[in-house]
């Protein structure tokens, strides 16, 4: 089976500019969690759907947001980028994302803001 | 808020031998899920294993164990026969059980551990 994929593996924006990111989530996966990793730290929790509702948020500014679609699948859209937005992406699917539920990860799409 | 502290920014470890990865975090929910996670320079993060706190056995997963000692919240990753393909960074992570408000399944990160395992 799949597991998470991503996409793009890697961007690279200007600032002030606006960026979606895709990601499909492991067949018969109904959440989808989005975490932000900036190089050196832990990934910070940016939004989680479940449902194709928004179930959790993030300590992230309006400029970040997200939705899921019918097929469970998530896209992440940040707005007016700035350089400190510059991280991995990581996508996590999960059958219902809480608990012991285990989260499977993509490799993160890597996002470079000039 | 849940906060998660891995103390140890670099490890290292001969092939074979025994590693231990610390973890506390700061908690005041007496029910939560505490995870290790490790992510390999390829960068795909992958579930090493996992405890619930209700339960007062240690969890093992192969080579994988922790020391769960809820009291003083601690919760540390012992790696037995290492091997190459252990080198990576390790993260731990904590969830809490509620599924309201804005921290619905939620995962609070440590900073991490670089583990470096030497042939």
């Known amino acids: 089976d799949a597991g998470v994929t991503q996409s793009p593996t890697h961007l690279i924006k200007t600032r002030g500019q606006h960026v979606t990111l895709r990601c499909s989530p492991i067949s018969g996966h109904k959440s989808v969690s989005w975490y932000q990793q900036v190089l050196g730290q832990g990934p910070q929790f940016i939004f989680q759907y479940y449902e194709k509702e928004e179930r959790g948020r993030g300590n992230f500014p309006d400029r970040f947001s997200a939705r899921q679609f019918p097929n469970y699948s998530s896209e992440l859209n940040v707005n007016a980028l700035l350089l400190g937005d510059s991280a991995l992406y990581l996508c996590a699917s999960s059958f219902i994302g809480q608990g012991a539920d285990e989260q499977y990860f993509g490799p993160g799409t890597r996002l470079t803001v000039t | 808020a849940q906060t998660v502290t891995q103390s140890q920014p670099e490890m290292s470890v001969q092939e074979a031998e025994t590693v231990t990865l610390s973890c506390t975090y700061d908690t005041s929910e007496s029910d939560y899920y505490l995870f290790w996670y490790k992510q390999p320079p390829s960068r795909q993060m992958i579930l090493v294993i996992r405890?619930?706190?209700?339960?007062?056995q240690n969890a093992t997963e192969n080579r994988f164990s922790v020391n769960f000692q809820k009291a003083a919240k601690s919760f540390s990753l012992k790696i037995s026969d290492s091997q190459l393909g252990d080198a990576a960074m390790y993260f731990c992570a904590y969830r809490s059980p509620h599924a309201g408000g804005t921290s619905y399944g939620k995962l609070t990160f440590g900073q991490g551990t670089i583990l470096t395992v030497h042939p």
């Open positions: 405890q619930e706190a209700y339960k007062q």
